[in-house]
């Protein structure tokens, strides 16, 4: 694998015109790359240290619009500036586009040169540390699920997102021909990734017709949600760049079943795995034990973390393998939360309950979050659930809606201890103008209801 670039080695390949643009870039509250393209001359020479953006990239929604109602930014204020404070250990050569290199930001206040609280990277950090300061360290996997469409972007948006034709006629879940198709998108996105640093495992088909699954190496928990970003915006890229268009959109069609983002994670002392116990049940350690019980009591808290968008519940589906319980299993992709690697130095705990277009370093943050108080509060885990979990009538529900989720995280004692009072409002005011816009919206399923009809 092709390592992430250091910058004497930039600087190198700069000078011999190998590379002539640097992507700097942050990541918004949505997960998305934004930031300026330099010219990688300007970059080595000066800009390496910092530059500036507008500080309302973190307080905006999907579309780029500015809602009233955050503390952190406004009209009233004038919408300053943030800095962008480059990652020197995030260069990377970027090989779908030519002569490019990216590196990540952390995000500054203008005036302190603090780390903006609630920056998706500063958050992460932040558990980060908390956990070191308890003597392990969080590696993670996420696994990205996705859709390739047979038009382009364009085209689609064009057509006013409607006749949405899949690049595939079936379900392609591990099939092998089907997906050899797809591997003038496949494959350049595995290699492309790989060359730029990110560990890649493997390709799948997923389970429904066009519907893609990447998944990355496990690693160290920052490094886990740069690969994600970054993998998610290359999917993009490189898919729009061979006329497809790619989407991480949970449920594009009330018949289709959805795309989740799954989260394997596992704690580590001196190199050591520490939820591994050879003596005890499933192979799983009292810190196991505990951590998966914070996880779970305080999944309803963090819900809207891992589904932020009005979209996100319309996955969770019986039968669909999208989770509606809080509960754990055994290997069992019923439940929310599935111990995978059962009496092996592997042993680990997925969440399910996260759609494909969660924030990575949001999402992994609330559960670390939870998995420390679940530590410190030596929290008692129930014992696991078996069976067909979707007709467990005594097992906790999901939050079913956007604005249920939207309560639990503004009255959750646990995260504004955990986060910060100003964190959890900022993002409590995001998720309000979300359902905000949704609810302004007449949706073409109440025309066609009750246009003749009512």
Known sequence: MTKPRDFETLKAMVKTGEIDTVLVCMVDMQGRLMGKRFHAVNFVETSFKETHCCNYLLATDLEMATPEGFASTSWQSGYGDYIMAPDLRTIRPVPWLEGTALVLCDVLDHHTHQPVPHSPRAILKKQI????????????????????????????????????????????????????????????????????GVPIENSKGEAEAGQEELNIRYSPALDCADYHSIAKHAIKEISWQNGHAATFLPKWHKDRVGSSSHVHQSLWKNGEAAFYDKDAKHGMSQLMSHYMAGLIKYAPDYTYFLAPYVNSYKRFAKGTFAPTKTVWSVDNRTAGFRLCGEDSKGVRVECRIGGSDLNPYLAQAVMLAAGIKGIEDALELAPATTGDVYEDAKAADIPQTLRDATELLRNSAFLRDALGDEVVDHYTRSAEWEQEEFDRVVTDWEIARGFEKA
């Open 129 to 196: 540390a908390r956990l070191e300061a308890l003597g392990f360290e969080a590696k993670m996997a996420t696994e990205l699920e996705f859709f390739l469409f047979a038009n382009s972007l364009d085209e689609i948006r064009e057509n006013g997102f409607r006749d949405l034709k899949p690049i595939s006629g079936y379900n392609e879940d591990y099939n092998i021909f089907q997906t050899t198709k797809e591997e003038g998108i496949m494959r350049p996105i595995r290699n492309h990734l790989f060359d730029a």
